[in-house]
């Protein structure tokens, strides 16, 4: 069983940063590909970036690449999404999940573990 909780949601203006943490728990939680998804009201769920535990692999979205960072801080088994440069599109709640042994950028029904999500909103 994984436990995800994510955090630093909030208000933000348009160009401004937000940092948001996935902290994870269970056993063999360094087997899983972490991802980070979004869904915007009225939207479908859709993949942001992904990363392994060892951080040498990352994958992001053509709509985030050069403005989204993911990483991860290992002792802490803790993942981040950090956020700059935000639009109002990429208002959305962001969900953090667990992969047990997919390939980075796997796609959300091959998600086995997620988090109740935390709301970014991106005012103009």
């Known amino acids: 069983q994984v436990q995800l909780v994510e955090s630093g949601g909030g208000l933000v203006q348009a160009g401004g940063s937000l940092r948001l943490s996935c902290v994870a728990s269970?056993?063999?939680?360094?087997?899983?590909?972490m991802e980070w998804f979004r869904q915007a009201p009225g939207k479908e769920r859709e993949f942001v970036a992904a990363?392994?535990?060892?951080?040498?692999?990352?994958v992001y979205t053509d709509s985030v690449k050069g403005r989204f960072t993911i990483s991860t801080h290992n002792l802490k088994d803790t993942v981040y999404l950090q956020m700059n440069s935000l639009k109002p599109e990429d208002t959305a709640v962001y969900y953090c999940?667990?992969?047990?042994?997919?390939?980075?950028?796997?796609?959300?029904?091959?998600?086995?573990?997620w988090g109740k999500g935390t709301l970014v909103t991106v005012s103009s």
């Open positions: 999940a667990a992969g047990l042994g997919k390939r980075l950028g796997s796609s959300s029904e091959f998600m086995d573990y």
């Open positions: 269970g056993r063999s939680i360094n087997s899983y590909a």
């Open positions: 990363i392994s535990w060892s951080g040498g692999n990352t």
